[in-house]
């Protein structure tokens, strides 16, 4: 993703709060002060092991020193950068530019990005700007600025399409509903596997066909996983039979061929259409054909 071989952004969680909250500490410790000041200089390190939860943070290094920190914060569409800084060490050697460009391909179910920008820093904004940041609102003391996010993504094979999922899981919240459609070898089994790597639930994610529901318990106090398929469920009484609605306030639900049968699950869901980036035959397909898949993601929220 990045040219520079001395630059790497990374996905962190929890343990590598000492690191992100050095950098956040000296990034916005070097900033002209502020009235009211920054909020960032009241955090802790506990404070920011909390929020990074399930490696909700991206942390660059230059020469393996760490030199920008930011952090993933999901809001039904939208994902919010917070704490986003580059140590004064890294100014002027693109870091920004890298964090933001990771930020963007760890958010591929969001429709939107926002970042909460100080009008009394106009390089700040004007950066934002630069980067495609194109719609503002004045929220207190903040500048809020929009950036739109592709919906569409190219999978080009298995690996690629379970490390979607990671990214995917990562940002999904107790309550969540995924209503995956796609042919027969599609790839939705492969996303749903990443999808669990991504909440920290134990593994073994095959595809519950049989069973028609399955249960992955979470292993790092997040929550859990239900895995649904419902190619052979003629509608949502069926799936009312199997007693879902007693874990969807804790869990994160996917549910595939859940298209026309799932919807009634929860008022907001998260739609996963995957299809052949090439066209030809739907029948059948398999992710080690080299045929490209694409994967739509969309927010859908009934009124």
Do not use: C
């Not at 020193?65 to 704490?83: F, I, K, N």
């Amino acid at each position: 993703m990045n040219p520079r071989p001395d630059l790497t952004v990374t996905s962190v969680g929890a343990e590598a709060a000492p690191e992100v909250y050095e950098v956040v500490r000296a990034a916005f410790g070097a900033r002209p002060a502020l009235d009211p000041p920054a909020d960032a200089l009241a955090e802790t390190p506990e404070t920011i092991a909390a929020a990074l939860g399930r490696a909700r943070g991206l942390l660059a290094r230059l020469d393996g020193e760490p030199v920008g920190a930011v952090l993933l914060d999901p809001h039904d569409d939208t994902v919010y950068l917070r704490r986003f800084g580059v140590h004064p060490r890294g100014q002027g050697r693109g870091v920004a530019s890298a964090l933001l460009e990771a930020a963007i391909a760890h958010a591929p179910a969001q429709q939107t990005m926002t970042v909460l920008a100080r009008p009394e820093m106009p390089r700040t904004i004007d950066f934002w700007r630069s980067k495609g940041f194109d719609r503002e609102v004045t929220v207190g003391p903040y500048l809020q600025l929009f950036l739109d996010l592709p919906a569409r993504h190219e999978v080009p094979d298995g690996e690629a399409m379970q490390e979607l999922g990671r990214r995917v899981g990562r940002l999904l919240e107790a309550g969540d509903l995924l209503v995956l459609t796609g042919e027969l070898g599609a790839g939705k089994t492969t996303f749903t596997q990443g999808l669990g790597e991504g909440l920290g639930v134990r593994g073994g994610v095959t595809s519950p066909t049989f069973v028609i529901a399955r249960v992955h318990p979470s292993l790092v106090g997040g929550p859990d996983l239900v895995h649904v398929d419902a190619y052979r469920l003629g509608g949502i009484d069926e799936l009312d039979d199997l007693d879902l609605d007693t874990s969807l306030d804790e869990a994160v639900t996917v549910v595939e061929w859940g298209a026309g049968v799932a919807e009634g699950l929860a008022s907001r869901r998260l739609e996963v259409r995957v299809t052949r980036a090439l066209g030809g035959d739907d029948a059948e397909l398999s992710l080690e054909d080299h045929d490209p898949r694409v994967v739509e993601l969309r927010w859908v929220r009934e009124q």
